[in-house]
């Protein structure tokens, strides 16, 4: 088996423990949201081997290099980072509401890498600009912030839906965590990601210092990244020195997940340097 | 600051202006929303094909605000630098007020603010204060830098505090933006970025800046002394390598093999890797075989040089070379071109593919003509930088990754550790603030109880 097969059925390993988590929601029934925690421990499982597996493969073709390097790769990594990160998550707060969004999304994106037909899942070679331990570095903290951003993006979603609670609530939204709990996870999870993210531009500016000689060029991925790291450092000054919470923060965190996301997909439409993804 | 009378009026206005956090927020939106259009409208391309894609109209407009090369504009520049501004004022305003609070020798607590809080954890102790003080004190101090015990009516308090200068993570923060911009103001001042195109065994001390293609003249020649590139089976370029000397005043002083993402530094210019070019092999070995007596010759041409061709077949010049030629619309590759002239005084052109050596066959002469061999001439493309700013840039990147941890995962910590007598037994009551992450203060309060009621 080589390791595009074994993604493919870690696909459906992270699809089943989405599926599981939102049964556990809709019932409230804890066995089921006990298994959702040990598949998606499984699919992490199987997405680490798949990873580690296509860096031996890449050795084997002959080109070696660290599986990071095109969109394919960078997806399957993606997925990654945001399962490990929301484990751990779900680990501190005992809570799997979130689960249900969370887990979506990362089936959601090992999906779209593995059935896309505009993704390619073979590994190519490097070309010479990238094949540097920055790149290893810059990748994977970009996805760490990356993936705080999309966790607080899902708490953003629980926030605006999950109203102020009270006799009235429905028992679905009665098992999402209080609000004032959401909004202290958002803001700790944004500074997750706004710390990674920081070293991420820092890492990549160091490395094209490396290949090209100027740390900067305003490339678009390189502008959209700065814009997202512009918008998150707006919330946390409205947090912190204005004080903002709640909904205001919420909303800004989605705007923040949108620019992330336009980073990561848009950008490949503009004229650049990164399209490789 | 700000306590002379008599221009304490513009002054002061000034420094609100500058110290609103609104300001910040509205450049910040400004910066964002300015470089999102830069990355919309490409920049720098020529004048022809903005015209072609905008029109006339707007073409002017955009060029007159610079909006074709807006990251170097006088107003973009103009709002980094209010940024810049805006951080320092706020931050010397900020950090006058809580300086004193920062470097205080003997930190001073007050019970009140420990017992206005809602979350406090308490336990009774089966043994006196009296007994506990020692060891409660001992526990504390092992997990807080500075600690004070006070004697109360009926028993004592702990306070305890560490994290005191995390409090200056933000100014950490602010100040590594601010070396940023002044080291990328440094570059783009003192600083220059361009390329150069050196064919293999020339040396070149003139480079052309980027965008504005501008002769720059070097202190030094670089002199590539040969090239070599390799392929992946895919034919994707798998490394390029150019074997450098640098030579000032007429001798040489650097040697080095550079590839992309490993450079050679001379004298704060660094010098990259770019790209690679072919040019115009110098020479070439022709195969020359003869219809009439079926013999094969071989002869070594040089480019633009007329050679007798054998058994009289007239004389022959090669005086071109093409990377790619396109034949019929089908692009055939690296291709020489020439003629040959016949005794007669009649020329006929002729095309040598070096992948098709039977290519010539179509010309029905009486002879056909291949290429057998020829050695590939390089140039390489280099690009030349030197930015003085760097290292200030470096130091900005070091401190903000710093900054940022101790503002977003470091606090400073207070905790009152209370202790009253009950008749034989003692009550205790623990409380904690923290500056940020309230949370994880509340669970360490937790924690910290669990440890005192362990020991007694
Ligand atoms: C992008 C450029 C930045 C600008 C222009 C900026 C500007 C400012 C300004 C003007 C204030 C003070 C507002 C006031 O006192 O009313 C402030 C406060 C603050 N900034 Fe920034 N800042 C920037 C980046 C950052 C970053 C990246 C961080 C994250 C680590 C940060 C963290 C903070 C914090 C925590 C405060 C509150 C300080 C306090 O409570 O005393 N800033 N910033």
Redesign the pocket.
Known sequence: MDSSSLLSIVTFVYGFAALLYIISWIFNKELPGKTATWVTIAGVAGNTAGIIMRWFESYQVGYGHAPFSNMYESLIFFAWTIAVVYLVLEFQYKNRVLGAFVVTLVFFTIAYASLSPNISSRIQPLIPALKSNWLIAHVITCFLGYAGFAIAFGMSILYLIKKDGGPGESRMLSLVPEQEALDEMIHQMVMFGFFFLSIGIITGAVWANSAWGRYWGWDPKETWSLVTW?IY?ML??AR??RGWHGKRIAIISIIGFMAVIFTYFGVNYLPGLHSYG | MGKKPTSSGLFTELRIFF?S?KL?VF??ITLAATSIIGTLIPQNKSDESYIHEYGNFLYRIFKAINIFDMYHSWWFQFLIIL?AV??IV?SID?LAAIWKIIFIKIPVFKISRFHKLKDKEAFSSKRSPDALIDIYEKLIARRFAYHTVEKTDNGFCIFAEKGRWTRLG?YI??SS?VLLLAGSLIGSFLGFEGYVNIPEGSAKNVIFLRNTMVPHELDFSIQCDDFNVSFYETGAPKEFRSSLTIIENGTPVRKKDIIVNDPLRYNGVNIFQSNYGADTPKEIVLAIFSNSSSMEYKKTVRIGEKIDLPEGMGELVINNFMNNYKFKGHAIGQSFFGSITSDKGETQNIVLPVQYPQFDKMRRGNAYISVADFKHSYYTGLQVTKDPGVPVVYTGFILMIL??FV??FMSHQSICVEVMKKGKTSSVIVSGIANKNKPGMRIKVKKILQQLEKTG
Request: glycine fraction near 4%; charged fraction near 5%; hydrophobic fraction near 60%.
């Open positions: 512009f450092a946390l000054h912190l020195v | 110290i956090i910040t450049i910040l940024l805006n951080i706020c900020r933000v923060v602010h933006i900054g940022c503002t977003f």
